[in-house]
């Protein structure tokens, strides 16, 4: 659990250090940590591949995933599902787009709250809906969604979808329950299905905030597909594990069918990691929570002194929404990648005078990161 070790990925053809391949930008934007895995989850991968037959193996049959996701929900949220409602999805992304085929018919709308990170703000488009944008708005200093609008679109009777992330990407607030049931409330009653994007919901960093599941509300329960994986806690995104958890019977069958030949199955070593993950890596998990919320403190600070940049501490994940509109630039993005830093572009999320910042790596590299922001040109 040495999180403070720094691991060379360029040669691995690492998603992240591509982008910047022979330039000196510290990549700092897809949302995968630097950390190594934990060491469970590295074992049950070597024993299964040692094993030497990697054949099929259906996600459904293989019940040890199965229940480690139920027991790791009661555990974690003191949510008890049955086996039954569990889908398997080869990631999130996949999950709510078979969500938007599931709930909605051609030239329907789909609200989406922006911003929003890329491949969620494209989903109703590539379904042949239509993406109604729910604002997202600074309130007394923590970002929540605009009900009010809301409230409008919802009412709207093409409306038959609100695809959410909970907690939220690229802002990173946790929803109260207060406003999980407001949400809910809207959706019943103007007919709208609720798919709840919770990839996040393990990395609850303000100890003051609790993740609430989508399903686990008695006024979502037959109204909601909630989409979770260990991939983005436990750094294992590459192995294309992810689910949806769909209690309504009916709904659930909308569901896998909407995804019938489309989607593959779940990578077998992708369901041994998140039965690893979730069953013997408690130590590990809550050393990371530790150690991002002391990440996250430094880079609040930091960014918060240098003119022209505004950040407002995360409740979750590892993602710092940055507010650069007072540099006066233009392009925030290309000013970055001149100072050497490499965030995700805010415009790629739908506000341009934003970036966001990666906060899952050692200390030692934010710190490379700050010299380099704080050194004159």
């Known amino acids: 659990m040495n999180f403070d070790q720094i691991i060379d990925r360029k040669p691995t053809f690492s998603f992240k250090w591509q982008k910047y391949k022979g330039q000196d930008i510290l990549p700092m934007w897809v949302a995968d940590t630097e950390f190594r895995c934990a060491q469970p989850i590295l074992d049950a991968l070597t024993s299964r591949v040692e094993h030497g037959v990697l054949g099929y193996t259906l996600p459904g049959q293989y019940e040890p995933a199965k229940q480690a996701v139920a027991d790791w929900l009661d555990r974690r949220y003191n949510w008890q599902i049955e086996l039954d409602w569990i889908v398997w999805m080869p990631g999130v992304v996949p999950g709510f787009n078979v969500a938007c ?146 209690p309504d019977a009916r709904l659930r069958r909308q569901f896998n069918q909407a995804a019938m030949g489309i989607v593959p199955w779940v990578n077998v070593l992708g369901l041994y990691a998140t039965e690893a993950a979730f069953t013997q890596c408690d130590d590990w998990y809550n050393a990371q929570l530790d150690y991002l919320r002391s990440n996250r403190d430094y880079l609040v600070k930091q960014i918060n002194q240098i003119d022209g940049l505004e950040l407002i ?40 005078q934003f970036v966001r910042i990666n906060f899952g790596s050692s200390l030692d590299y934010l710190r490379q990161a700050i010299e380099r922001l704080n050194k004159s040109d």
């Open 101 to 246: 085929k599931a709930c909605c018919e051609p030239g329907d709308k789909v609200m989406i709250q922006v911003p929003n990170y890329p491949p969620l703000l494209a989903a109703p488009q590539l379904n042949q809906l239509q993406r109604v944008d729910i604002p997202t708005v600074n309130q007394n200093g923590r970002w929540m969604l605009d009900f009010d609008e809301l409230e409008k679109q919802a009412a709207d009777p093409a409306t038959k979808l609100f695809v959410l992330c909970n907690p939220m990407n690229p802002v990173g607030t946790v929803l109260t329950e207060k406003e999980l049931e407001r949400i809910a409330d809207i959706c019943q009653r103007n007919g709208v299905k609720l798919c709840s994007d919770e990839i996040h919901c393990d990395l609850i960093l303000d100890e003051q905030a609790h993740h609430i599941p989508a399903g686990k509300l008695d006024s979502l329960k037959c109204n909601s597909i909630t989409l979770m994986a260990a991939s983005k806690t436990f750094n294992i995104a590459g192995l294309g594990a992810a689910f949806a958890i769909i």
């Open 313 to 352: 501490s995360p409740q979750a994940t590892f993602l710092a929404w940055v507010d650069a509109s007072g540099l006066g630039v233009d392009n925030p993005q290309r000013w970055f990648e001149e100072k050497g830093l490499g965030p995700s572009p805010g415009a790629d999320f739908g506000e341009k």
